[in-house]
């Protein structure tokens, strides 16, 4: 009897204190925790029981005990029951017990807990003697005999029943009464008088009555009216329930397997439903199935379903799959056997068609979610049902136009529910009823159509304004409501119809006038959620993809139309199941885009529609990477789906809204992987391609009118287009997407490299960027083609709103706005010309500028605000403005285009006619066409050639206010480039060519302050930079760009009559840059033919230069893009045999290298060079390109400037001088020699023309010497001129390049340099004479090396420092200056034109060409040539910055002069000399190069320290190695000073300046840079005491 101690023994000591508590706390825990579980009633039973047990025991008094369960009882409800548990084991226990106290213990506890427990429940529970004991009953003995009785009365007694009495003729006379005629005026009151005097009568059993009188009823259903009243009078005599269980007993009956319950029984049932006669709940219990075996089924069905799906998806071989159908048709035939009957569906069916619609809902509500209506009579009884409701409305506004329908006849019933007469009833019960009836709607195509007819009716009134605000609160959740009908109802039961495509159409009629994000929604659920919803669904779109993937096996282009049909057929249904597994199977396998597009032309509306959902829910699927696994290209997936796009947009009539807008939401998001949609979708549908790889025919094409691009700029013929692209257009612009989609593509470009390139490969990044870029100018194109005015000019805002605003890059928001200019003008110049019917062709042209002027007016203001102030100080608005405006159609008309293309229609033509088979009326047609062809391409162009000759006028009067040049020419021509040229000469291919063109115009238009030369220049002049910040498109149109500026170049270059017609006085080929206002230089001031070819050859040079270094570094980007620059400027470059070699050795080297690394490369590496090859021919060897030894090199120094050309060019540092001589530096290494003695020029000049800009192609050359000019000429035109008289002591004009090109120098030079240089190591053994006539040299050169300035290139460095110490030093130079003069006879002094050097060649000129031989031996692979050049020119240049920085003191003149003569003198014999030598070693070079390799490092070796010796190259070399600063230069130059030591010292530094060059040569032309930005420094020193030496050559002359 001891208990587990679930109450401890210290609750019951500290029972008042903790104990109470605790034991409440107890009990409230295990009666919340565990109330339904078995456990936690016995846990609650342990609890009171021990407690009850220690008031047995004595330990607790019974009234705390019954104090705590008085609390306890109100715990749970079965409490007392608990309760009267425990005492009935006590009082068994106790009873047992022999100690009394503990039975009275248990009795008076008992008695304290009475008030807790009934009676009754105690009575039925303790024992007879207790209850005596607790006096809750007198005898024990009585209350058992009672509790017998009580049972054998129960359990044992027979009823007796009153059959025996009743008499048959009583019932007889029931039914006779029942079934008279009731048409008369029988009431059911009187019948009910009858019926119980019947009863009474012959003593009936009343419930067999009624019985009966159901019978009849069932029989009579015509009268209800009669029936309904009698038996609710009746029922005022029965229990109430008696009219429940009799219909209940009836149900029973038919419940056996084979019982079948009559419909008659269902129809009484519903009727007393109805009438709540009887209530559903209590009839519910008596029919079967139970609600549980319902739900089985229901649960069966769904297993069925998906085991069904499973089989369908699973691959099954042949051989099994006829087993399998065999075992499925067992199975079907299993299935046949008749389910048992549902008496619950049958009572539903009932009800619905009394039209009981609420019984009938809390029956359904009892079921499975459409189970009751996925049984076919249930459905229909519905759908009767809503039918009838919905009746009136449907008459009044749904009937289409001209039909007559059916009217369906109300219910008779007065309870049925309400008619609705307006849209606000269909919401009480019609769309209630539709949401029970589901998927099952299909079973009624009627009302399916009258459903979404009212839904029609609904959006017109919905759509329409005219109603008030509580009017249009109804409306929107009516129109909710009709959307929740469309998700759940409509849709589901299309998918069950059988290929219905007038349903289909009927839904689009009420589904086109959602906005597409409703439509999109509802097909997203309809395709993701509803299929899944009911059985039957998940069975059919099992089927469907079976049947796709039957159809999609079998599709090619054969049998497109047979395999459309039945994809048509397929897609009625279920569109959204089969267009998943299409565009599935499209993006595997992209030869099927064009069979599945053709054969999609059987698809109703609302398929197309439910196609672009599919298409956009496809492109948008997370689970799919945008790029291949290598992530440099986009996916396969992604190109097919966006060709597929393209194309079925095209062909049908699918809205675009949807698509479009979802790629102006990705490029909000910064992703522009989906812009390939959009590029395939105009090109496909506006017919405006984007190709980089169009012909020069082609882009000829597209520079002209509207036919022409049609006709002849695209690779497909494009025909149609017209529909498609006003389908695009209307989209656009109904959606307000055209602006937005420019602006996002414009800034994605950038957003492409610093948003999404973050971590993406460099060559993905690329490809986006270009992606963007073309479908920017795409679009653009179709917008300005097919917008109207009106459309264009209100949608883009002006220009300086768009960049400063809208954040867009100039030259997009140029590209955007230029079709609006013209548009503009046109309007502007139709209405003048409306206004004044004058035909003059002048008064045209004046209109025509009016209207460009009122125009443009607002753009030139608003562009200021584009650029800082200080742009506009050299390039004026209305410039900037003209070049970003015009196009290539205002500058040329391309007649040959033109003409080639009526050729074409001609050949055509002549075709057709000679075509016999053709019939004639064909023929006609076709040439009816061919012939409006042409007259409208002759119209075209005729328009166009007026319209040309219109511009260019505008152009002429504007010209002379274009360029202010208010600081300098160079700083002008840097900003044109920088802000108009660059940028859009890589925005399209046609840009490219245009740019080309306007630069050709603006020198043709002879337009102020422009240099032709220098603008070229800067072209050619370092491409590297330009060319390594490309994308690969860009590549293709800088290249582009290159091949048309070359083209110009060219013809000047073939043919003196040319040049001298097209350049020969034009202000852009002047050489002086004089100040602005005295541009109108005599003719000696222009570059002639000659020099010119020279300076042409440089920019070959140069270009030669810049691909062999983009070439050898490695880096994918550089390569790929100066191979596509290269192919490109095929045409007119390489045009030198040894530069054409150059180029194909580095090629072929990239082709070795790429073949296995970088197969792109190495296609286009292999492309290029088999190009290159063909080209072979055409190549000339340099002396052909230009002459090279000009007489200048033989005249007297005295008459040098007097060669061609160059007869007394102005000491302003001549452009050509410095370019020509440039080139002319770099084609021999005889060349070179001569230059390098010039050296002294050099430097003055260099003074002067410091660099001074960089440009924005990284060629600071050439312009800042120009802008030094320009200051000095602004200090004084004299002044300069006496500065170089005193300064060049021998300058000759590659000084001049070398203060021009300062930077750039170095780099080209290396290029030509090192070619020359390795020709002249193949050539060179040399002669003993030539060892004689260096050590002669070394002899003299030490006489002379206290006296003159040395006049070596490498001796620059060592002359300053001696000018610095001795001044007699800088008298020689005047001298020296001086004689030069005196010999001229007073010419200007300069050098400017010849190209060689007149001054004697000195022995460094020697060494010099021994170092080029040198590095020439140590690097003779081209890969190292660049790095010779580098050496050399920086060596030209830190010796200029040592001799600026150093040569300002001032000294008499007169002594000058004399050092001067003296020196020229001498020095003049020497060149003499060594140039008849030159002449013989350069033939025998040129016989013996094959023995040369080995001979000429001894050679040189001896000769370098004989020239050492005597010469300061030595002095200057190491400044050459790009890490020696000039300081250490001049200190060596101290040092080298002392002539004992110098040849040593030479040589070990020459050695090192060898190995460094080697490996310093990408160093270098950052060094370059430094070193110009060095010399700028030192130039603002030296000004002051430049000043001195004009005045002082002024004299002189």
Same mark, same amino acid.
């Given at each position: 009897?001891?208990?587990?101690?679930?109450?401890?023994?210290?609750?019951?000591?500290?029972?008042?204190?903790?104990?109470?508590?605790?034991?409440?706390?107890?009990?409230?825990?295990?009666?919340?925790?565990?109330?339904?579980?078995?456990?936690?009633?016995?846990?609650?039973?342990?609890?009171?029981?021990?407690?009850?047990?220690?008031?047995?025991?004595?330990?607790?008094?019974?009234?705390?005990?019954?104090?705590?369960?008085?609390?306890?009882?109100?715990?749970?409800?079965?409490?007392?029951?608990?309760?009267?548990?425990?005492?009935?084991?006590?009082?068994?226990?106790?009873?047992?017990?022999?100690?009394?106290?503990?039975?009275?213990?248990?009795?008076?506890?008992?008695?304290?807990?009475?008030?807790?427990?009934?009676?009754?429940?105690?009575?039925?529970?303790?024992?007879?003697?207790?209850?005596?004991?607790?006096?809750?009953?007198?005898?024990?003995?009585?209350?058992?005999?009672?509790?017998?009785?009580?049972?054998?009365?129960?359990?044992?007694?027979?009823?007796?029943?009153?059959?025996?009495?009743?008499?048959?003729?009583?019932?007889?006379?029931?039914?006779?009464?029942?079934?008279?005629?009731?048409?008369?005026?029988?009431?059911?009151?009187?019948?009910?008088?009858?019926?119980?005097?019947?009863?009474?009568?012959?003593?009936?059993?009343?419930?067999?009555?009624?019985?009966?009188?159901?019978?009849?009823?069932?029989?009579?259903?015509?009268?209800?009216?009669?029936?309904?009243?009698?038996?609710?009078?009746?029922?005022?005599?029965?229990?109430?329930?008696?009219?429940?269980?009799?219909?209940?007993?009836?149900?029973?009956?038919?419940?056996?397997?084979?019982?079948?319950?009559?419909?008659?029984?269902?129809?009484?049932?519903?009727?007393?439903?109805?009438?709540?006669?009887?209530?559903?709940?209590?009839?519910?219990?008596?029919?079967?199935?139970?609600?549980?075996?319902?739900?089985?089924?229901?649960?069966?069905?769904?297993?069925?379903?998906?085991?069904?799906?499973?089989?369908?998806?699973?691959?099954?071989?042949?051989?099994?799959?006829?087993?399998?159908?065999?075992?499925?048709?067992?199975?079907?035939?299993?299935?046949?056997?008749?389910?048992?009957?549902?008496?619950?569906?049958?009572?539903?069916?009932?009800?619905?068609?009394?039209?009981?619609?609420?019984?009938?809902?809390?029956?359904?509500?009892?079921?499975?979610?459409?189970?009751?209506?996925?049984?076919?009579?249930?459905?229909?009884?519905?759908?009767?049902?809503?039918?009838?409701?919905?009746?009136?409305?449907?008459?009044?506004?749904?009937?289409?136009?001209?039909?007559?329908?059916?009217?369906?006849?109300?219910?008779?019933?007065?309870?049925?529910?309400?008619?609705?007469?307006?849209?606000?009833?269909?919401?009480?019960?019609?769309?209630?009823?539709?949401?029970?009836?589901?998927?099952?709607?299909?079973?009624?195509?009627?009302?399916?159509?009258?459903?979404?007819?009212?839904?029609?009716?609904?959006?017109?009134?919905?759509?329409?304004?005219?109603?008030?605000?509580?009017?249009?609160?109804?409306?929107?959740?009516?129109?909710?409501?009709?959307?929740?009908?469309?998700?759940?109802?409509?849709?589901?039961?299309?998918?069950?119809?059988?290929?219905?495509?007038?349903?289909?159409?009927?839904?689009?009629?009420?589904?086109?006038?959602?906005?597409?994000?409703?439509?999109?929604?509802?097909?997203?659920?309809?395709?993701?959620?509803?299929?899944?919803?009911?059985?039957?669904?998940?069975?059919?779109?099992?089927?469907?993809?079976?049947?796709?993937?039957?159809?999609?096996?079998?599709?090619?282009?054969?049998?497109?139309?047979?395999?459309?049909?039945?994809?048509?057929?397929?897609?009625?249904?279920?569109?959204?199941?089969?267009?998943?597994?299409?565009?599935?199977?499209?993006?595997?396998?992209?030869?099927?885009?064009?069979?599945?597009?053709?054969?999609?032309?059987?698809?109703?509306?609302?398929?197309?529609?439910?196609?672009?959902?599919?298409?956009?829910?496809?492109?948008?699927?997370?689970?799919?990477?945008?790029?291949?696994?290598?992530?440099?290209?986009?996916?396969?997936?992604?190109?097919?789906?966006?060709?597929?796009?393209?194309?079925?947009?095209?062909?049908?009539?699918?809205?675009?809204?949807?698509?479009?807008?979802?790629?102006?939401?990705?490029?909000?998001?910064?992703?522009?992987?989906?812009?390939?949609?959009?590029?395939?979708?105009?090109?496909?549908?506006?017919?405006?391609?984007?190709?980089?790889?169009?012909?020069?025919?082609?882009?000829?094409?597209?520079?002209?009118?509207?036919?022409?691009?049609?006709?002849?700029?695209?690779?497909?013929?494009?025909?149609?287009?017209?529909?498609?692209?006003?389908?695009?257009?209307?989209?656009?612009?109904?959606?307000?997407?055209?602006?937005?989609?420019?602006?996002?593509?414009?800034?994605?470009?950038?957003?492409?490299?610093?948003?999404?390139?973050?971590?993406?490969?460099?060559?993905?990044?690329?490809?986006?960027?270009?992606?963007?870029?073309?479908?920017?100018?795409?679009?653009?194109?179709?917008?300005?083609?097919?917008?109207?005015?009106?459309?264009?000019?209100?949608?883009?805002?002006?220009?300086?709103?768009?960049?400063?605003?809208?954040?867009?890059?100039?030259?997009?928001?140029?590209?955007?706005?230029?079709?609006?200019?013209?548009?503009?003008?046109?309007?502007?110049?139709?209405?003048?010309?409306?206004?004044?019917?004058?035909?003059?062709?002048?008064?045209?042209?004046?209109?025509?500028?009016?209207?460009?002027?009122?125009?443009?007016?607002?753009?030139?203001?608003?562009?200021?605000?584009?650029?800082?102030?200080?742009?506009?100080?050299?390039?004026?608005?209305?410039?900037?403005?003209?070049?970003?405006?015009?196009?290539?159609?205002?500058?040329?008309?391309?007649?040959?285009?033109?003409?080639?293309?009526?050729?074409?229609?001609?050949?055509?033509?002549?075709?057709?006619?000679?075509?016999?088979?053709?019939?004639?009326?064909?023929?006609?047609?076709?040439?009816?066409?061919?012939?409006?062809?042409?007259?409208?391409?002759?119209?075209?162009?005729?328009?166009?050639?007026?319209?040309?000759?219109?511009?260019?006028?505008?152009?002429?009067?504007?010209?002379?206010?274009?360029?202010?040049?208010?600081?300098?020419?160079?700083?002008?021509?840097?900003?044109?480039?920088?802000?108009?040229?660059?940028?859009?000469?890589?925005?399209?291919?046609?840009?490219?060519?245009?740019?080309?063109?306007?630069?050709?115009?603006?020198?043709?238009?002879?337009?102020?302050?422009?240099?032709?030369?220098?603008?070229?220049?800067?072209?050619?002049?370092?491409?590297?930079?330009?060319?390594?910040?490309?994308?690969?498109?860009?590549?293709?149109?800088?290249?582009?760009?290159?091949?048309?500026?070359?083209?110009?170049?060219?013809?000047?270059?073939?043919?003196?009559?040319?040049?001298?017609?097209?350049?020969?006085?034009?202000?852009?080929?002047?050489?002086?840059?004089?100040?602005?206002?005295?541009?109108?230089?005599?003719?000696?001031?222009?570059?002639?033919?000659?020099?010119?070819?020279?300076?042409?050859?440089?920019?070959?040079?140069?270009?030669?230069?810049?691909?062999?270094?983009?070439?050898?570094?490695?880096?994918?980007?550089?390569?790929?893009?100066?191979?596509?620059?290269?192919?490109?400027?095929?045409?007119?470059?390489?045009?030198?045999?040894?530069?054409?070699?150059?180029?194909?050795?580095?090629?072929?080297?990239?082709?070795?290298?790429?073949?296995?690394?970088?197969?792109?490369?190495?296609?286009?590496?292999?492309?290029?060079?088999?190009?290159?090859?063909?080209?072979?021919?055409?190549?000339?060897?340099?002396?052909?390109?230009?002459?090279?030894?000009?007489?200048?090199?033989?005249?007297?120094?005295?008459?040098?400037?007097?060669?061609?050309?160059?007869?007394?060019?102005?000491?302003?540092?001549?452009?050509?001088?410095?370019?020509?001589?440039?080139?002319?530096?770099?084609?021999?290494?005889?060349?070179?020699?001569?230059?390098?003695?010039?050296?002294?020029?050099?430097?003055?000049?260099?003074?002067?023309?410091?660099?001074?800009?960089?440009?924005?192609?990284?060629?600071?050359?050439?312009?800042? =010497?120009?802008? *030094?000019?320009?200051?000095? #000429? /602004? &200090?004084?035109? +004299? $002044?300069?001129?006496?500065? !170089?008289? @005193? %300064?060049?002591?021998?300058?000759?004009?590659?000084?001049?390049?070398?203060?021009?090109?300062?930077?750039?120098?170095?780099?080209?030079?290396?290029?030509?340099?090192?070619?020359?240089?390795?020709?002249?190591?193949? =050539?060179?053994? *040399?002669?003993?004479?030539? #060892? /004689? &006539?260096?050590? +002669? $040299?070394?002899?003299?050169? !030490?006489? @002379? %090396?206290?006296?003159?300035?040395?006049?070596?290139?490498?001796?620059?460095?060592?002359?300053?420092?001696?000018?610095?110490?001795?001044?007699?030093?800088?008298?020689?130079?005047?001298?020296?200056?001086?004689?030069?003069?005196?010999? *001229?006879?007073?010419?200007?002094?300069?050098?400017?034109?010849?190209?060689?050097?007149?001054?004697?060649?000195?022995?460094?000129?020697?060494?010099?060409?021994?170092?080029?031989?040198?590095?020439?031996?140590?690097?003779?692979?081209?890969?190292?040539?660049?790095?010779?050049?580098?050496?050399?020119?920086?060596?030209?240049?830190?010796?200029?910055?040592?001799?600026?920085?150093?040569?300002?003191?001032?000294?008499?003149?007169?002594?000058?002069?004399?050092?001067?003569?003296?020196?020229?003198?001498?020095?003049?014999?020497?060149?003499?000399?060594?140039?008849?030598?030159?002449?013989?070693?350069?033939?025998?070079?040129?016989?013996?190069?094959?023995?040369?390799?080995?001979?000429?490092?001894?050679?040189?070796?001896?000769?370098?320290?004989?020239?050492?010796?005597?010469?300061?190259?030595?002095?200057?070399?190491?400044?050459?190695?790009?890490?020696?600063?000039?300081?250490?230069?001049?200190?060596?130059?101290?040092?080298?000073?002392?002539?004992?030591?110098?040849?040593?010292?030479?040589?070990?530094?020459?050695?090192?300046?060898?190995?460094?060059?080697?490996?310093?040569?990408?160093?270098?032309?950052?060094?370059?840079?430094?070193?110009?930005?060095?010399?700028?420094?030192?130039?603002?020193?030296?000004?002051?005491?430049?000043?001195?030496?004009?005045?002082?050559?002024?004299?002189?002359?």
């Amino acid at each position: 009897m001891a208990a587990t101690a679930a109450l401890p023994a210290e609750w019951i000591k500290n029972w008042e204190k903790a104990g109470k508590s605790e034991f409440l706390q107890l009990c409230r825990t295990l009666s919340e925790n565990k109330s339904h579980d078995n456990m936690g009633f016995r846990d609650i039973q342990q609890a009171l029981y021990e407690l009850a047990y220690h008031v047995v025991r004595g330990n607790l008094k019974h009234d705390q005990a019954s104090n705590v369960l008085g609390d306890v009882i109100e715990f749970r409800e079965d409490m007392p029951s608990i309760l009267a548990d425990v005492f009935c084991i006590l009082d068994i226990e106790t009873s047992c017990l022999e100690e009394k106290s503990k039975r009275d213990h248990f009795t008076q506890l008992v008695l304290a807990c009475l008030y807790l427990v009934s009676d009754t429940v105690l009575k039925e529970r303790l024992d007879p003697e207790t209850l005596e004991s607790l006096g809750l009953i007198k005898q024990s003995q009585q209350f058992n005999q009672k509790s017998v009785k009580i049972k054998t009365k129960l359990f044992y007694k027979q009823q007796k029943f009153n059959l025996l009495r009743e008499e048959n003729e009583g019932y007889a006379k029931l039914i006779a009464e029942l079934g008279q005629d009731l048409s008369g005026n029988i009431t059911s009151d009187l019948i009910l008088e009858n019926i119980k005097s019947l009863i009474g009568c012959f003593n009936l059993d009343p419930n067999r009555v009624l019985d009966i009188i159901l019978e009849v009823y069932e029989c009579r259903p015509e009268y209800d009216d009669f029936f309904v009243p009698l038996i609710e009078s009746y029922m005022y005599m029965c229990e109430p329930q008696t009219l429940c269980h009799i219909l209940g007993f009836k149900f029973k009956f038919y419940q056996d397997p084979s019982g079948e319950t009559p419909s008659s029984l269902y129809r009484v049932a519903a009727v007393l439903l109805q009438h709540n006669l009887i209530d559903l709940e209590d009839l519910y219990v008596h029919l079967l199935p139970g609600d549980n075996a319902i739900i089985e089924e229901h649960k069966r069905e769904i297993v069925e379903a998906k085991q069904i799906v499973r089989k369908l998806t699973m691959v099954v071989l042949s051989s099994e799959k006829t087993e399998e159908k065999e075992k499925e048709k067992e199975k079907e035939e299993e299935k046949t056997e008749k389910p048992p009957d549902n008496q619950k569906l049958g009572l539903l069916e009932a009800l619905l068609k009394i039209g009981d619609w609420q019984h009938a809902q809390s029956i359904m509500d009892q079921m499975p979610p459409f189970y009751a209506t996925s049984h076919k009579p249930i459905a229909i009884a519905l759908c009767q049902l809503v039918h009838v409701t919905i009746e009136p409305l449907y008459r009044r506004v749904g009937v289409p136009k001209g039909a007559k329908g059916s009217p369906i006849p109300s219910l008779p019933n007065k309870r049925a529910p309400k008619q609705a007469d307006s849209f606000e009833d269909l919401r009480k019960e019609v769309f209630n009823m539709l949401c029970y009836l589901g998927p099952h709607l299909s079973h009624d195509p009627i009302l399916f159509a009258k459903v979404v007819r009212l839904g029609k009716a609904f959006m017109k009134e919905f759509q329409s304004d005219g109603s008030k605000q509580e009017d249009k609160e109804k409306m929107e959740i009516l129109f909710s409501c009709l959307l929740s009908i469309t998700d759940q109802v409509l849709l589901p039961s299309l998918s069950l119809m059988d290929c219905n495509a007038c349903m289909s159409e009927e839904l689009w009629g009420m589904f086109k006038t959602f906005p597409y994000q409703y439509r999109y929604r509802l097909y997203g659920q309809w395709k993701n959620e509803t299929y899944n919803s009911h059985p039957l669904l998940v069975k059919v779109k099992a089927q469907t993809i079976d049947r796709a993937k039957y159809i999609m096996k079998r599709l090619t282009k054969e049998n497109v139309k047979p395999s459309g049909r039945q994809i048509g057929k397929l897609s009625h249904s279920n569109p959204t199941i089969l267009f998943d597994y299409i565009l599935s199977q499209i993006q595997k396998y992209d030869n099927l885009i064009t069979p599945v597009v053709d054969s999609l032309k059987y698809l109703t509306s609302l398929n197309y529609d439910v196609l672009a959902y599919c298409i956009i829910e496809a492109l948008a699927n997370p689970e799919k990477e945008r790029m291949k696994h290598d992530d440099t290209t986009i996916s396969s997936w992604l190109q097919s789906l966006a060709s597929f796009c393209g194309a079925v947009f095209r062909k049908y009539p699918i809205e675009l809204a949807g698509l479009l807008q979802y790629v102006a939401n990705q490029l909000k998001a910064g992703k522009s992987f989906d812009l390939l949609i959009l590029k395939e979708v105009v090109q496909k549908m506006a017919g405006i391609e984007i190709t980089e790889e169009m012909t020069m025919e082609q882009l000829e094409a597209m520079t002209g009118g509207e036919q022409l691009k049609a006709e002849g700029g695209y690779f497909g013929q494009i025909r149609n287009t017209k529909k498609s692209s006003q389908r695009l257009k209307d989209a656009l612009l109904d959606h307000d997407l055209a602006l937005p989609l420019c602006l996002l593509m414009a800034q994605q470009r950038n957003g492409v490299i610093f948003q999404e390139g973050g971590e993406k490969h460099l060559k993905l990044v690329g490809k986006l960027y270009d992606q963007c870029h073309d479908t920017l100018v795409q679009f653009g194109g179709f917008l300005a083609s097919n917008l109207s005015t009106e459309d264009y000019i209100k949608r883009v805002p002006s220009i300086d709103v768009l960049c400063n605003e809208f954040h867009t890059p100039h030259d997009a928001a140029f590209f955007l706005s230029r079709p609006m200019y013209a548009h503009h003008i046109s309007s502007k110049y139709d209405e003048l010309k409306k206004a004044e019917k004058g035909n003059k062709q002048q008064h045209k042209v004046h209109k025509y500028i009016t209207s460009c002027e009122l125009v443009m007016a607002p753009v030139h203001d608003a562009v200021i605000s584009l650029h800082l102030p200080k742009v506009w100080d050299d390039i004026s608005p209305q410039f900037y403005a003209t070049f970003w405006s015009l196009t290539m159609y205002d500058l040329a008309v391309p007649h040959s285009s033109y003409d080639r293309e009526v050729n074409k229609l001609k050949v055509q033509m002549k075709a057709i006619d000679d075509n016999q088979e053709m019939p004639p009326n064909k023929k006609k047609k076709e040439k009816e066409r061919c012939t409006a062809l042409q007259d409208k391409l002759l119209e075209e162009e005729k328009k166009q050639l007026e319209h040309v000759q219109r511009v260019l006028q505008r152009l002429k009067l504007e010209k002379d206010n274009w360029l202010l040049a208010k600081s300098t020419k160079n700083e002008t021509i840097t900003k044109f480039l920088q802000l108009c040229i660059f940028p859009r000469c890589i925005f399209s291919a046609i840009d490219a060519v245009y740019c080309a063109h306007f630069v050709e115009l603006v020198h043709q238009q002879k337009t102020p302050n422009f240099s032709t030369l220098l603008c070229y220049d800067r072209v050619f002049s370092d491409i590297i930079y330009t060319v390594a910040s490309c994308t690969e498109n860009e590549a293709s149109r800088y290249g582009r760009f290159l091949c048309c500026m070359l083209e110009t170049v060219t013809r000047w270059h073939s043919d003196r009559v040319i040049y001298e017609k097209e350049c020969g006085n034009y202000p852009g080929f002047l050489t002086i840059l004089r100040a602005t206002g005295f541009d109108g230089g005599n003719k000696a001031d222009q570059l002639d033919y000659e020099n010119f070819r020279h300076v042409v050859h440089k920019w070959h040079y140069k270009l030669t230069k810049a691909s062999v270094h983009c070439l050898e570094t490695g880096e994918y980007t550089h390569i790929r893009n100066i191979l596509i620059v290269l192919t490109k400027i095929l045409p007119w470059y390489p045009k030198v045999l040894n530069l054409g070699q150059a180029l194909e050795r580095r090629v072929h080297k990239i082709c070795q290298e790429e073949k296995e690394k970088r197969p792109d490369l190495y296609a286009l590496a292999m492309g290029y060079s088999g190009q290159l090859k063909s080209r072979k021919p055409y190549m000339v060897p340099e002396n052909e390109f230009h002459h090279k030894d000009p007489p200048a090199r033989n005249a007297v120094a005295a008459t040098v400037q007097n060669g061609p050309g160059g007869a007394g060019m102005p000491t302003s540092l001549s452009i050509n001088t410095a370019k020509l001589e440039e080139s002319t530096a770099e084609e021999t290494a005889d060349k070179l020699k001569e230059k390098s003695q010039g050296a002294v020029k050099v430097i003055n000049k260099a003074v002067n023309a410091t660099p001074k800009v960089t440009t924005s192609n990284g060629n600071s050359a050439s312009n800042s =010497k120009i802008i *030094k000019e320009k200051d000095d #000429k /602004e &200090k004084g035109g +004299k $002044e300069k001129d006496k500065e !170089k008289k @005193e %300064k060049t002591p021998a300058a000759t004009p590659e000084t001049k390049a070398l203060g021009k090109d300062g930077k750039d120098k170095p780099k080209e030079e290396r290029a030509n340099k090192d070619d020359k240089a390795r020709e002249i190591k193949e =050539k060179t053994p *040399k002669s003993d004479k030539e #060892k /004689e &006539k260096a050590k +002669k $040299e070394e002899k003299t050169s !030490k006489e @002379e %090396k206290m006296k003159t300035v040395v006049t070596n290139v490498d001796s620059k460095s060592a002359a300053e420092k001696e000018r610095e110490k001795e001044p007699s030093r800088e008298r020689d130079v005047a001298k020296d200056m001086k004689s030069k003069e005196n010999a *001229k006879g007073g010419e200007k002094m300069p050098v400017a034109g010849s190209l060689k050097s007149p001054v004697p060649r000195s022995e460094t000129s020697e060494s010099e060409r021994e170092q080029k031989r040198r590095k020439v031996d140590t690097h003779s692979s081209p890969s190292h040539s660049s790095t010779v050049k580098d050496n050399l020119s920086e060596l030209k240049d830190s010796s200029a910055k040592h001799y600026i920085n150093h040569t300002t003191p001032t000294l008499s003149k007169s002594k000058e002069r004399e050092v001067d003569k003296k020196d020229l003198d001498k020095s003049r014999e020497r060149s003499r000399e060594r140039e008849k030598k030159d002449e013989k070693d350069r033939k025998d070079r040129k016989r013996d190069h094959s023995n040369s390799d080995r001979e000429v490092p001894q050679d040189s070796t001896k000769r370098r320290k004989e020239e050492n010796g005597t010469t300061g190259s030595s002095k200057h070399s190491k400044s050459e190695s790009p890490s020696d600063s000039p300081r250490s230069n001049e200190k060596e130059k101290e040092k080298n000073k002392s002539k004992s030591s110098g040849k040593e010292k030479g040589d070990s530094i020459k050695a090192e300046k060898l190995e460094k060059s080697s490996s310093g040569s990408k160093k270098e032309s950052r060094h370059d840079k430094e070193k110009t930005e060095k010399k700028e420094k030192r130039d603002s020193t030296g000004g002051k005491e430049e000043k001195k030496h004009h005045k002082s050559s002024d004299k002189h002359r």
